[in-house]
């Protein structure tokens, strides 16, 4: 028996990645190593490990978009409050 996903059009994901962030990190995660191996050199190894951090996606929102959307609202747009007495 064949379940169907709740939402067709949502991105295919595994775990708490798109499937398309976990091949990203694959393939950072494989060349961070040899660079590690090879050279010491571990920045690509960090680099690596933040965006796994980032791209870590909880009902549709990543972490990167969530500090996005903060920024945005504390920092970029103007808040503005009015108090009146009645």
Same mark, same amino acid.
């Given at each position: 028996?064949?379940?169907?996903?709740?939402?067709?059009?949502?991105?295919?994901?595994?775990?708490?990645?798109?499937?398309?962030?976990? !091949?990203?990190?694959?393939?950072?995660? %494989?060349?961070?190593?040899?660079? %590690?191996?090879?050279?010491?050199?571990?920045?690509?190894?960090?680099?690596?490990?933040?965006?796994?951090?980032?791209?870590?996606?909880?009902?549709?929102?990543?972490?990167?978009?969530?500090?996005?959307? !903060? !920024?945005?609202?504390?920092?970029?747009?103007?808040?503005?409050?009015?108090?009146?007495?009645?």
């Amino acid at each position: 028996m064949y379940i169907y996903p709740d939402n067709l059009k949502a991105s295919p994901t595994l775990f708490l990645w798109r499937l398309k962030d976990l !091949a990203v990190i694959g393939i950072g995660a %494989l060349i961070s190593v040899f660079m %590690l191996s090879q050279t010491g050199f571990s920045l690509p190894v960090i680099v690596t490990l933040v965006y796994a951090f980032l791209a870590i996606r909880h009902e549709d929102v990543s972490i990167l978009d969530f500090i996005k959307y !903060a !920024a945005r609202y504390f920092f970029i747009e103007p808040q503005e409050y009015r108090w009146r007495l009645k």
